[in-house]
């Protein structure tokens, strides 16, 4: 018979899939794990506090009252990039919706051919020519995509992010196309912070000691030796950090290819993406155009919760949440009936104009295996990472 | 999405048949550009060259939004000095760009392809990735308005 529906309106970012945490109804993106980013906005914001409270009124006095000045602006701009950077969507690729992974996959097929039981087929990879250069485009098995060139899938946000750089725990997000300029600036500014910071606690600390002797100085003034030491191991790190990217934004390299070697040099494989000129790739990569997001996280869509009892609800239909979802769906006792029950492509296209979504929101969970049946009559290939045997299974199993 | 009254009634009254990607073009760099190529599953409903100038149209816009020049410059340096706080009052130079591509798009369905019982979906949609044409049977033409 017939199920209850009861459609309310959410918006996407509650749906989409991978491990991202969303706040301010969608207007903030970050990873899961958020603990080390509060002991990075504890330490800056302690250290300056200290500065303020201790060293700035007396400096202000005695040297010049624009050195805490200059200290509070270049506080407010490292704060700035540092939330840019952790808030921002970095350049998350949404995942193939079941059509178009279909079609991909009937393209794959035909470029490999028949594939003899118990061979294992050959890897998934596009070769795409980029200024004379053959750049080889692999296939996520998670998304469901070909990862365009320089992307990368983030195993921690479970998302490929485009011109991946690495994830930061220090920032509680990944570093991409997105956000990266930000993230430079943000190492940048606080190199200048940290070093501002250093130098006039130690002008500060001579200064009284000149006065009063350096035993009392350091009694007076206690919060000095607390940030001295903050600093001095800040300053290694985070300049070196920042000389680091200084150096990839010089040769237009990611992070991910630097540790990867890609463009190392050897069997002559050279940066295609590199102008050859230093100035050049530094206004690409830092005064580029803004690329917006392309994930529609504060859109609405309808959310259908059925509360179901027959077997044929159309709901296994291209929604913007894949396949995961459907081993976490308590509501539907039917989930795994057989494929004939499953809608055809025009049920499927029809009901994407209104996005259902067969379940509340699931994705938050912890993804389960992504070796769920396709609700499509394609073989199962969606095994995680470069499974080739479990692929091979699974195929055996659907035909 | 913004669909015309035209286009939401030829959705629910017709059957999609299926549906064709146009994959993202990579041989002249990273910039966002889409194959020209004319799918061969499209041969049957629509002329070759218009398919292509659309693309083509596609492409220059794209091309437009992602330009680097004196204008993206100027945007990113006075950004910068703001500590990009002024992105929260003003739209970027791209995302402008974006809004008329969308225009685009819906201007195109509603002249050309939805008489020919075609969607084009917005790539911004599909996260730039590809441009999905949805191909409705045939017997949705004559009650397409």
Known sequence: MSAVMMTRKVRKWEKLPGKNTFCCDGRVMMARQKGVFYLTLFLIVGTCSLFFAFECPYLAIHLSPAIPVFAILLFFFVMAMLLRTSFSDPGVLPRALPEEATFIEMEIEATNGNVPAGQRPPPRIRNVQINGQIVKLKYCYTCKIFRPPRASHCSICDNCVDRFDHHCPWVGNCVGKRNYRYFYLFTLSLSLLTIYIFTFNIVHVVMRSVNSGFVKTLQDTPGTVLEVLVCFFTLWSVVGLTGFHTYLISLNQTTNEDIKGSWSGKNRVQNPYSHKNIINNCCEVLCGPAYPSVLDRRGLMRDDLSVPTSAAEPATNSNPVPQTTKTTAPLIPNEHTPDDAKPSMADAAIAHAEKRSPSPREDKLPTLPKSSPTPTKVPPLASPETDAEASIIAKDKAL | ?145
């Open chain 2, 1 to 145: 999405m913004a669909e015309t009254h035209s286009l939401q009634e030829l959705q629910q009254q017709a059957a999609v048949a299926s549906k064709v990607y146009v994959q993202r073009d990579y041989n002249s760099g990273k910039i966002c550009k889409f194959q020209t190529k004319f799918p061969s599953e499209l041969e049957s409903r629509v002329d070759k060259q218009q398919f292509e100038e659309t693309m083509q149209t596609l492409n220059n816009l794209y091309a437009e939004a992602e330009k680097i020049g004196g204008k993206s410059y100027l945007e990113g340096c006075l950004a910068c000095m703001t500590a990009y706080t002024i992105f929260l009052c003003m739209e970027t130079h791209y995302e402008k760009v974006l809004k008329k591509i969308a225009r685009f798009v819906k201007e195109q369905n509603e002249k050309i392809y939805a008489p020919l019982g075609l969607l084009l979906t917005d790539p911004i949609e599909r996260g730039l990735r590809v441009v999905e044409i949805t191909i409705f049977e045939d017997r949705s033409i004559g009650s397409g308005r």
